[in-house]
T-cell receptor, first 113, second 110 residues
Framework: SQQGEEDPQALSIQEGENATMNCSYKTSINNLQWYRQNSGRGLVHLILIRSNEREKHSGRLRVTLDTSKKSSSLLITASRAADTASYFCATEGPNNAGNMLTFGGGTRLMVKP | ETGVTQSPTHLIKTRGQQVTLRCSSQSGHNTVSWYQQALGQGPQFIFQYYREEENGRGNFPPRFSGLQFPNYSSELNVNALELDDSALYLC?????????FGPGTRLTVL
């Protein structure tokens, strides 16, 4: 079963626009991570936000976390065609074995040039 | 490039057969996790190995089994393949909280 739900499932924007993806989860977490996947290949780690953090930035990426609402958002600013990919949130929780990740269903982002 | 490699890249099997997938972890990483990703869905955790011992398992039947070797490389074995086993299988080696994923093996079961 999936821990998180991502919203929207698909997003299409023009180059230069901002893209916002949301993730909701069900149980308590140690941290929440965002990953990117191109064309059904390997996942690339983008950013990790711990449960005691509310916002984190990395380049054009901004992640927020609201543990009271069990939700997170990923904002990509000034999008580029190369940002076209699927984006997944994944949670690591206190009850997870090892550092097992529980993924959401993903948002498919298309950035049109 | 994450330094995690998987083989083979693609594989086609028929129902009832057995398959072995391989993963070489990033240098220095002693933990390997395996995930199954069905088409259009997020990855689902199969199991994790730490220093050659299983260190957690997801909701997968016993016909999914694994091994980790002294050099921390790993294998995923699936017996009695079913059509629903068709998926992308990803391995990830980890250091602290960050997991480094390989490119995956695409398994098709006919």
């Amino acid at each position: 079963s999936q821990q998180g739900e991502e919203d929207p499932q698909a997003l299409s924007i023009q180059e230069g626009e901002n893209a916002t993806m949301n993730c909701s989860y069900k149980t308590s977490i140690n941290n929440l991570q965002w990953y990117r996947q191109n064309s059904g290949r390997g996942l690339v780690h983008l950013i990790l936000i711990r449960s005691n953090e509310r916002e984190k930035h990395s380049g054009r990426l901004r992640v927020t976390l609201d543990t009271s609402k069990k939700s997170s958002s990923l904002l990509i600013t000034a999008s580029r065609a190369a940002d076209t990919a699927s984006y997944f949130c994944a949670t690591e929780g206190p009850n997870n074995a090892g550092n097992m990740l529980t993924f959401g269903g993903g948002t498919r982002l298309m950035v049109k040039p | 490039e994450t330094g995690v490699t998987q083989s083979p890249t693609h594989l086609i099997k028929t129902r009832g057969q057995q398959v072995t997938l391989r993963c070489s972890s990033q240098s220095g990483h002693n933990t390997v996790s395996w995930y199954q990703q069905a088409l259009g869905q997020g990855p689902q955790f199969i199991f994790q190995y730490y220093r050659e011992e299983e260190n957690g398992r997801g909701n997968f039947p016993p016909r999914f089994s694994g091994l980790q070797f002294p050099n921390y490389s790993s294998e995923l074995n699936v017996n009695a393949l079913e059509l629903d086993d068709s998926a992308l299988y990803l391995c990830a080696s980890s250091s602290h909280n960050e997991q480094f994923f390989g490119p995956g093996t695409r398994l098709t079961v006919l």
